[in-house]
């Protein structure tokens, strides 16, 4: 099956700082990927949709400036927690969709992100 | 508005029992697609099965089962003589087909598990 993979798969960083996450599509072109929040004992709930070439798409309640989304190719997109606070710790996903049927979704294995 | 609503939050079995999950869907749409996905305690989903609005067979992979009823809205997983290695998180999610959705999933709240030796 398709492969997605994540980088990095966790990462701490200090109040204050920006970290950067990578999807990436391996052996397919992804048109669109999500990207998912989940805190702990809690559902996946999505943050954004990212299409190739366009801006991303946000849920209602994520700040757009806060997460930024970049879908810059059809194998990868990076989302930026900027100015990352203590309540940004979460597992954070990413799935991608192939240019085939509509359904088709693949995640990545997730990034964990602590914020101290 | 699309909801999948998973009552059940956690579930303690023995080894060797059958369990059920349930798995309760909302939607106006006539054509969607339902998900079961496994999260262990690494934190990868897993994917188990697909089902689309238009196919209400049954279907049996293993020791699980999935029980398709549309007319009670309800997508149930069933694990036979589950084992230790069962142990996790179960997701059960909606998509709705068309561009406009961009195939966005919406999961449940998901059930905890626990299959003790």
């Known amino acids: 099956g398709a492969v997605v993979s994540q980088h990095p798969s966790r990462v701490i960083c200090k109040s204050g700082t920006s970290v950067k996450i990578e999807c990436r599509s391996l052996?397919?072109?992804?048109?669109?990927m999500f990207w998912y929040r989940q805190f702990p004992k809690q559902s996946l709930m999505l943050m954004a949709t990212?299409?190739?070439?366009?801006?991303?798409?946000?849920e209602q309640g994520v700040e757009k400036d806060k997460f930024l989304i970049n879908h810059a190719s059809l194998t990868l997109s990076t989302l930026t927690v900027t100015s990352a606070h203590p309540e940004d710790s979460s597992f954070y996903i990413c799935?991608?969709?192939?240019?085939?049927?509509?359904?088709?979704?693949?995640f990545g294995p997730g990034t964990r992100l602590t914020v101290t | 508005a699309q909801k999948v609503t998973q009552a059940q939050t956690e579930i303690s079995v023995v080894e060797k029992e059958d369990v059920t999950l349930d798995c309760v869907y909302e939607?106006?749409?006539?054509?969607?697609?339902l998900f079961w996905y496994k999260q262990p305690p690494s934190g990868e989903l897993v994917f188990l099965i697909r089902r689309n609005s238009f196919d209400e067979q049954n279907e049996i992979s293993g020791r699980y089962s999935w029980n398709f009823q549309k007319s009670t809205s309800s997508f149930n997983f069933t694990i036979t003589a589950s084992q230790v290695v069962d142990s996790a998180v179960y997701f059960c999610a909606l998509s709705l087909e068309g561009e406009t959705s961009g195939s966005r999933l919406t999961f449940g709240e998901g059930t905890q598990l626990t299959v003790n030796p």
């Open positions: 990212s299409n190739e070439g366009s801006k991303a798409t946000y």
């Open positions: 939607t106006r749409d006539t054509t969607y697609y």
């Open positions: 799935s991608a969709r192939g240019t085939g049927v509509a359904y088709e979704q693949y």
């Open positions: 052996d397919f072109q992804a048109t669109t």
